[in-house]
């Protein structure tokens, strides 16, 4: 009886080893390219703490009832959410947005998802944080469109639920509905709005996370040259760039408007057609492409891309592989942050 336990066994060991030795082929199959990856990329974090205004419960829940609150706007139609809609990972997927009085924006709403880990904000960098980028939407007269801080704070401080909410997130802050706590509440909720991805959980040390196909689609994206811009933890939002490197822009992009980017803010030569480099966290969901919406197809944005900043016609293969990759970085958001 014992011989014939011993028999049966010897398929089960040979198969568990051949398992073994399958999935260790498995994972030793990309030790180059995980080890260039890792050195290249990072881990998201868990959200983007602020040292000098620590987040705490009270400042997260009455940021995010702000983010979706209409009431911020002239006529009460707008919220943050219209046209950073968390449910469609922070953009509305319009090329350019409607504000309260039906007039479009001048350029693409970015998605808010992951935004507070970029060094700056909006397209041309004009404010430095999410609490500074906060308030320009509320005021301005084609977006929100309210007249004036004053009217907006007098509004808030008739409603009772916020008179409640402020003095529970500034117990100290007399008043505490003021438009700077204001703007600092809805930082605070923007800075919990991280979507780690399965991609992180590769950076972080799993192997099988990604598929094959995938880690290709990473070795293509790194070997054409994407990282030069689109690096770090959020594959870009650290840098400005000039789009296009090669030849113009709108030639590529069809646009109707030629947009000087961070020229307008700061007037200088230097800083004509710079743009904030984007994040490619969630770039699969979140088109229409570039500053002006100009495109609606990824797989256009990335030939587009070849062709303007790395003067290359990316196969269609390459691009095809790009952007298996690309959708590795899409994530989720915890549900208590939705609306």
């Known amino acids: 009886m014992k011989k014939l336990l011993f028999i049966l066994a010897i398929p089960l060991i040979i198969s ?9 082929a498995k994972e030793d199959k990309y030790p180059e390219l995980t080890t260039k990856a890792r050195s290249i990329f990072a881990v998201l974090p868990v959200d983007a703490e602020k040292a000098e205004d620590p987040l705490t419960a009270e400042k ?22 219209t046209c950073h809609d968390l449910a469609k990972f ?4 319009k090329a350019l947005s409607e504000g309260n009085d039906g007039t479009l924006g001048v350029r693409n709403s970015p998605t808010t998802l ?8 909006f397209w041309d960098g004009r404010e ?8 320009g939407p509320i005021l301005n007269h084609i977006e929100m469109a309210m007249p ?21 997130a500034y117990p100290e802050d007399n008043p505490a509905i003021t438009f700077d706590n204001l703007k600092k509440a809805i930082g605070a909720f923007e800075r919990k709005l991280i979507t780690p991805s399965k991609f992180d959980d590769y950076i972080g040390g799993n192997q099988a996370a990604l598929t094959d196909a995938e880690k290709e689609g990473m070795r293509t994206f790194m070997d054409v040259g994407c990282t030069t811009c689109h690096s770090g933890r959020l594959l870009g939002g650290m840098m400005y760039q000039k789009f296009a490197l090669y030849g113009n822009y709108w030639d590529y992009t069809k646009s109707t408007k030629i947009d000087e980017g961070r020229f307008e803010v700061t007037k200088q030569e230097s800083d004509k057609y710079m743009f904030k480099v984007p994040s490619l966290r969630n770039i699969d969901k979140t088109g229409p492409y570039f500053h002006d919406g100009s495109v609606a197809s990824l797989d256009e944005a990335i030939t587009i891309m070849g062709q303007t900043e790395l003067n290359k016609e990316l196969s269609g293969m390459e691009v095809m592989q790009i952007k298996t990759f690309l959708s590795t970085l899409t994530g989720t958001l915890p549900a208590e942050l939705l609306q």
């Open 128 to 135: 430095p944080d999410v609490e500074a980028q906060a308030g």
């Open 16 to 24: 568990c080893s051949s398992n073994s030795t399958s999935e260790t």
């Open 148 to 168: 004036s801080e004053k009217a907006l704070i007098d509004k808030l401080s008739a409603i009772e639920e916020y008179k409640i909410a402020f003095s529970k």
């Open 114 to 121: 992951n935004s507070a880990l970029h060094f700056v904000q």
């Open 60 to 81: 997260v829940a009455l940021g995010k009832m702000l983010y979706f609150d209409n009431r911020l706007s002239k006529d009460d139609k707008q919220s943050c959410n």
């Open 90 to 93: 922070g953009v509305d997927n």
